[in-house]
């Protein structure tokens, strides 16, 4: 009797695990599809992206965010912009910095390969967030404009950040202050998104300030400086390897 007690307990446990394994799993497909998705979005929309429909509004966002990192680019800085789409900020760096080694990562395809016609001196790849092709220590400044809220694995990423930077040098974002928003506002911006032919999944893609700290701290991260009040202006840095 005892016995086959153990049996079916043990039966229960193993039944119990494999259910673990396959959720977990399930979990991983059902990101790395959403991953795939969002490239496919961006894919679709390559060829007209560097028009005035879509880069009204990065008119602004990329001059505002070179003028809050005026103090933390120099000229020999080597620098690698993640979701660059078709590189037009790093070009903007590039005008304003010529010595400056600059790289730009995305998941689109299309986007880098709109990217690479006119690339000038700057290195384009295609490669996602959360498994940067770089070593350790190699950079000296990361930026993420306005794509962090895309990232499926938001921690997986901010540890690769981490992982590439030297340390004492930064990491910075720049994503709407969704934390503050209220909802009949996200419901806007996820409105928009849709005639843009992005479709954000949920509210629950823009992280919050408390969410973004506990992933940081993580990460070996530091958030030193946020600034912005419909904008987040976010600059963390790495303090050790």
């Known amino acids: 009797m005892g016995a086959f007690l153990f049996k079916g307990v043990n039966n229960s446990i193993s039944l119990k695990l494999i259910n673990s394994v396959k959720l977990i799993k399930a979990s991983r497909e059902r990101k790395f599809l959403m991953e795939k998705s969002t490239a496919h979005k961006f894919n679709k929309v390559a060829k007209i992206y560097n ?5 009204f509004y990065y008119l602004w966002a990329h001059k505002s965010c070179l003028n809050f990192l005026k103090g933390f680019i120099k000229n020999d800085f080597k620098v690698l912009d993640i979701a660059c789409g078709t590189g037009i900020f790093l070009k903007k760096i590039n005008e304003r910095y010529k010595g400056a080694t600059l790289s730009g990562i995305d998941n689109s395809e299309e986007m880098i390969f709109v990217a690479n016609k006119n690339p000038g001196a700057i290195n384009f790849n295609v490669a996602g967030a959360e498994k940067i092709p770089f070593e350790d220590n190699s950079f000296d400044l990361v930026t993420i404009i306005d794509a962090f809220y895309y990232f499926q694995n938001k921690e997986a990423a901010l540890k690769e950040c981490s992982r590439i930077l030297k340390r004492n040098h930064c990491l910075f974002i720049f994503q709407p202050a969704a934390d503050i ?26 992280p919050k300030m408390y969410e973004l700290e506990k992933m940081a701290d993580e990460a070996n991260l530091k958030i030193v400086i946020k600034k912005g009040i419909i904008n987040r202006f976010i600059l963390l840095k790495k303090f050790k390897n």
């Open 181 to 206: 928003f209220p909802k009949f506002i996200l419901k806007q911006i996820q409105f928009i998104s849709k005639l843009l032919f992005f479709n954000l999944e949920s509210y629950s893609s823009f």
């Open 51 to 55: 028009t005035p429909i879509f880069q």
